[in-house]
């Protein structure tokens, strides 16, 4: 018999704590104590078998992988990392996530990276140095085994101390830096070097033209000092001499590889009268806004102006006219990237520099002038 339930209340704290204790192993991961005590094996064993780097048996591996599963336990990444046990992410910085081009950069390294057993980490600058600096010291402290910097640069001594110093940083951390579309650096320097023809291409194009019979050519370039962008207005002014046609500074434009930018370019040098049959754009979303200006202006492309532009974008072969531009192996540049990295002990250092090639694509943008 139970006396004014003291026995009921007496048997009830026990399970109470029970549950308490139970809550509170539910409320917080669970370590590899846990998964040792469930499996009935000490910590090294389990430590053995989940880093597959020791022999154990089958009913032990049986055991320890049920315990691991029925507690939902995850390995602390990070810890492997530090002793050299697991394969460190490849991070890629860029400036701006939302540019069609960057994208396919990034696709290339999240694609070769997962071949590879590895995570891909995208980070965005929003073109700010500081940021870019914090980027990377956190991409050190995690271990990457590479990071990737993308898009051009100026290449002024200002950005050759700051990449010198991430290419030293991170090759003491066993990290590798590879600069994809960038300046490259001075001999002996721990960093590899992916880029394509900027200025091969932007000759092509240019050529494409001239040879076409156009002589006035509107080119709208990129930012100056911009790497990328001088490398094109270099390619641009190359054909022109080949070509014997005159330099005109009033028609060879600067600004951001933006649809605003090659819409108000276009429609700034067609309300001050100048006289040109063809616009080279630098990029193709430069194209898409010249050609919004030259249809406002009632000109027919290629009907009345051709125009060409560089990058080959998706949209690039469905806009009206298809566009006839320069593809760039963006896919191929961030593959790359991460295929030089992870490999390099296994290649010669004069492989830590390759120049990938463009190709010009002729769709229906470009007619003869009349």
Known sequence: MTDNGRDTGTGARPVE????????????????RDVAARAGVSVATVSRTLAGN?????????????????????????AKALSGRVAG???????????????????????????????????????????????VQLMREQHAAAVVLVGGAVPDPAYQRRMAGYAE?????????????????????????????NRGGAFQAAAHLLTAGHRRILFLGGEPGLSSAEQR???????????????V?????????TRSSGYLRTRDAL??????????AGSDMVALGALAALREAGLDVPGDVSLVGFDDVPFAADVSPALTTVRVPYEELGRTAVRLALDREERLADDDHVVLSTQLVIRQSVRSPG
């Open 17 to 32: 704590a029970k549950r308490k204790r139970k809550s509170a192993r539910l409320d917080r991961p669970s370590t590899i």
């Open 169 to 197: 940083a991170l090759d003491a951390a066993g990290s590798r830096l590879v600069l994809c579309g960038r300046p490259p650096l001075p001999a002996g320097l721990p960093a590899t070097v992916v880029e394509y023809d």
């Open 89 to 135: 992410p490849i991070a890629l910085v860029i400036k701006d996530i939302t540019g069609p081009s960057l994208a396919h950069v990034a696709a290339g390294v999240e694609q070769e990276a997962a071949t590879r057993g590895r995570l891909s980490l995208v980070c965005s600058t929003h073109g700010d140095p500081a940021r870019e600096d914090d980027l």
């Open 249 to 257: 500074e009033e028609l060879d434009t600067s600004g951001l590889y």
């Open 54 to 78: 020791y022999p154990v048996s089958a009913e032990t591996r049986t055991r320890v992988m049920a315990a691991v599963e029925s507690l939902h336990y995850v390995v602390n990444v990070h």
């Open 233 to 247: 207005r270099t390619g641009y002014q190359d054909a022109l001499r080949a070509h014997a046609a005159a330099y």
């Open 271 to 280: 309300r001050a009268g100048l006289d040109f049959t063809a616009v080279f």
